[in-house]
């Protein structure tokens, strides 16, 4: 069974410039999560899904960063006008179900803003 | 708010020696425990979580039990090997908010030969 793929794998920009990150979840998994983790440190959820439905965004940089699942299956994960702040590794992770569910990680996508 | 502490950054010993790596947190709720592991260049993995039977869960040599009275779910092993290298994260899931994951900082462990 094909595991959580996520694409690209690395990415370098500029301030300012905008990226998109892919995610394509287990199949029949009903849960997409979106981690940033930062160099040394742990993951930070930046937003999950149920199907095609936002259950938690809360700590998505709204001004910058936006997320849709729009068939409930696929993920695009994607800043506007990216900072320096913003490196570290973007970790998508997939469930089927919630509670006490195990999440499935994807390789992540590693970005370097300079 | 939900936090997870790891004090140890960075962990280093011998094969064979015990393996112990502190975990506390602090919940609002009683929240499930877990260990994810990440090897070099992988991509995180699930290795224990908690039961709610109190029952202590085991996984390639690895154990944690759940001590709601000190707030802890350390991770142990007998005995170390080689290949147990990596990045171990406690993680917490409160069970009423549902599926979010709260990290601990993580804990690098490194066996030597």
């Known amino acids: 069974e094909a595991g959580v793929t996520q694409s690209p794998r690395y990415a370098v920009l500029q301030e300012g410039q905008a990226v998109s990150f892919w995610c394509d979840p287990i199949?029949?998994?009903?849960?997409l999560y979106w981690y940033q983790q930062p160099r040394d440190q742990g993951p930070q959820l930046l937003v999950y899904?149920?199907?095609?439905?936002?259950?938690?965004n809360s700590q998505l940089p709204s001004d910058r960063f936006s997320a849709v699942r729009p068939k409930g299956t696929n993920s695009t994960l994607k800043i506007q006008s990216a900072k320096q702040g913003d490196t570290a590794t973007y970790l998508c992770?997939?469930?089927?179900?919630?509670?006490?569910?195990?999440?499935?990680f994807g390789p992540g996508t590693r970005l370097t803003v300079l | 708010g939900d936090s997870v502490t790891q004090t140890e950054g960075l962990v280093t010993l011998t094969e064979g020696l015990p393996v112990m790596l502190n975990c506390t947190y602090q919940?609002?709720?009683?929240?499930?425990l877990f260990w994810y592991v990440q090897h070099l260049n992988e991509a995180p993995k699930l290795l224990l979580k908690?039961?709610?039977?109190?029952k202590r869960p085991e996984h390639q040599g690895f154990h944690a039990t759940l001590h709601k009275s000190s707030s802890s779910f350390h991770l142990q092993k007998s005995s170390a090997q080689l290949s147990d290298s990596a990045l171990y994260y406690c993680?917490?899931?409160?069970?009423?908010?549902?599926?979010?994951?709260?990290f601990g900082g993580g804990t690098r462990l490194t066996v030597r030969p």
């Open positions: 899904f149920r199907d095609e439905a936002v259950i938690d």
């Open positions: 993680a917490l899931s409160e069970g009423d908010a549902g599926a979010k994951l709260t």
């Open positions: 919940s609002t709720y009683s929240p499930f």
């Open positions: 908690s039961f709610t039977d109190n």
């Open positions: 992770a997939s469930s089927f179900g919630t509670i006490y569910a195990e999440q499935f």
């Open positions: 199949s029949g998994h009903d849960t």
